[in-house]
């Protein structure tokens, strides 16, 4: 049997573990099991099962998280259940869980997957090194193998079947997580998710023009970003900050705006699909990345481009 860790993310199950659900499906030879921390809300669980998990264990009782609690209770289930194969999404909990997880079940760890494993001869897997600028082909030798993929890099493939849902009680942990209250924007697309990003960076010349970059990121559906300079001068908040310090993105579409495209900031955005690039100066390092370009004035494209995406969805 395959088992994913279904991160819950106040009750929903967002693209990047479905990703992981379709994933372990197709490398699966039997059943798919899904472990979640804490109560989705209804309806969730059968997204999973569009994309082949037969059962669904939700473990109660751990208030906020904590990555010792969540492996123990994580492992536990697995464990019981002969799991081998274990599949999560290489998010920020992914990372966290995922080496300690294979440390608990004694299993090979890969992680920044991109790619699904051949096993032809053993078991090789492809994953994403350098900050994305080449691939490793690892082999996972031991019986248990933990794989972190990587979002927006396979293919979603439905696989649906009938789902069971069961609830297990968290053994009493010791939980040294403090519980602080954070504001999110709601609805706002995680970048690691996001299909498409609408970044910008200091062309845009201080954070009170921002709202050009905001309106065409919700127009087409986007997560907005920005680079490291950007979020130094607290312009935007450093959850924007894409590149090399920052975070690294895979997205079908990047749209960069006013941003000179250093090295540093291409390490973090290089395994985009699709890179457009608008800036003024026609030397600017970004074009040699990019896909298409627009040589312009951020504040003169912006608006048409506004413009063209609002009459589309007319």
Known sequence: MTGIYAENSEGIFKKSVLEAASYASRISNGGVLAVCIGQPKDGEADKLAQYGVSKLIVVDGIPAFDSQAYTA????????????????ANTYEGKTLAPRI???MNASLATNVVDFPDTSNGFRIRRGVFSGKGFAIVELNKTNKVIAITPNSTELKQNPVTISIEHSQAAAHQINTEITATSKAAGKIPLTEAEVVVSAGRGMKG??????????AELLGAATACSKPVADMDWRPHNEHVGQTGITIKPNLYIAIGISGAIQHLAGVSSSKVIVV??????????????YGIVGDAFDVLPQLIEAARASKN
Not at 207 to 216: A, D, G, Y
């Open 207 to 216: 954070p009170e023009n921002w709202k050009m970059v905001e309106e065409l």
């Open 278 to 291: 608008i800036n003024k100066d026609p030397e600017a390092p970004f074009f040699k990345a990019a896909d």
């Open 73 to 88: 209770e994580i492992t536990k289930i697995f464990s019981a259940n002969q799991v081998q194969h274990i599949v999560l």
């Open 102 to 104: 294979s440390v608990a």
